[in-house]
């Protein structure tokens, strides 16, 4: 899909923006760039960009003494997304379709992706959520809502912090009985951690596991056991964000993944537009069906 060349601006984007979230001066901006640099240069091109995504944010870390830049930011955009659910909800209580209502809200907060950006425009956050709700989407969700009635366990997979609270709208639509969250085990850039959960009240909703890793995505080599099993004991998994998409689109499981086509690579995979709102299965289950 997306190749290390493609990827290293977005990273080199993201060294910066983190370097001076952590309040690094010019220096230190200048230190930790070329040290991501050294590091880009030796990547294997067989890297998925959520496992580049590990090595480039643990070294920035490392550069920073062990500090997670993105930690003030993350629970400011909490605040602020918790600030818009109880009108959000209102509307996805409203809908015609209330579970397609908190699909496209869900797929609202993945493109907003508040986390990663300092300043978050209330007004540009308003059009983006009219826009999900009016915008066609690319998926079937007739067959999601089937998927989810046959479910017996169900494993939600969250993606970025702020983001989750958009989540929380499509998991009070789910039998929350059946259902577990997942997030990141380890801080990398914004995605959702414990904490973030807790926060935003996902823990006092369902239950709430990490998976022991720190990628922007989920590899399965890096999960910890505990999660392994679970991912694997689960007979329908939903995927938020396109870092999921990267790593388990292959996988055969029942996956549904929930996101923005955010750049024109997956675009292209996907055949469908940038920014694109999908609701799609994974390709692994579809091709081990076919087989059969």
Do not use: W
């Not at 060294?15 to 690094?24: E, M, Q, S, Y």
């Not at 920073?64 to 209580?93: S, T």
């Not at 914004?190 to 006092?204: K, L, Q, S, Y």
């Amino acid at each position: 899909m997306r190749t290390v060349l493609e990827c290293i601006p977005c990273f080199l984007r993201q060294t910066l923006g983190a370097v001076r979230l952590a309040g690094g001066d010019a220096e230190c901006q200048e230190r930790v760039m070329r040290a991501v640099l050294r590091e880009a240069a030796d990547f294997d091109r067989t890297l998925s960009p959520p496992a580049m995504g590990q090595r480039i944010h643990r070294l920035i870390r490392a550069e920073l003494g062990g500090r997670d830049p993105y930690a003030e930011i993350k629970r400011q955009h909490n605040e602020f997304a918790l600030n818009l659910y109880p009108e959000l909800r209102e509307r996805v209580l409203a809908a015609e379709n209330s579970l397609e209502a908190a699909v496209r809200l869900a797929i609202a907060g993945n493109a907003i992706d508040m986390g990663v950006n300092s300043h978050v425009d209330v007004d540009q956050v308003a059009k983006i959520v009219e826009q999900a709700l009016a915008v066609p989407l690319s998926g079937d969700v007739a067959e999601f809502a089937a998927a989810i009635d046959q479910a017996r366990d169900i494993l939600f997979l969250a993606d970025n912090a702020g983001e989750i609270v958009f989540d929380r709208l499509l998991l009070e639509q789910l039998p929350l009985e059946k259902v577990t969250v997942a997030v990141r085990g380890r801080p990398v850039i914004n995605d959702a951690t414990r904490t973030d959960a807790d926060e935003v009240g996902i823990t006092a909703l369902v239950p709430v596991i990490d998976n022991g890793a720190d990628v922007p995505g989920t590899i399965l080599g890096e999960c910890d056991p505990a999660f392994r099993r679970r991912f694997d004991e689960s007979d329908l998994i939903i995927a938020k964000g396109q870092g999921n998409y990267e790593t388990l689109n292959d996988v055969p499981k029942n996956i549904y993944f929930v996101f923005m086509a955010k750049c024109q690579v997956v675009a292209r995979h996907l055949n469908c537009d940038v920014g694109s709102m999908i609701l799609r299965r994974a390709v692994g289950v579809a091709e081990q069906t076919a087989t059969r």
